[in-house]
């Protein structure tokens, strides 16, 4: 085989070029779709944290409030 490009040989790598560089913009893209899910991820972890810091301080509320409703004879002990 001969080293002297031909005019297939140019096309064939002209389309191997773009199919690198549409290669390259989807591993890019995957990359970013990767960090985001990540950041999403952390934040749906932050708000399962919050949402059992609720829980807990509801659950305080709720018996302090049966505490004053037995006080005033408000509800039966």
Do not use: C
């Amino acid at each position: 085989m001969s080293d002297t490009p031909t005019p297939d040989n140019n096309i064939l790598l002209a389309y191997l070029r773009r199919f690198d560089e549409k290669l390259e913009r989807v591993i890019e893209g995957q990359i970013e779709l990767k960090e985001r899910v990540g950041l999403l991820e952390q934040q749906v972890a932050g708000l399962h944290g919050q949402y059992a810091s609720l829980s807990g301080r509801l659950d305080r509320i709720e018996l302090r409030l049966e505490r004053i409703e037995k006080r005033l004879d408000l509800i039966e002990a």
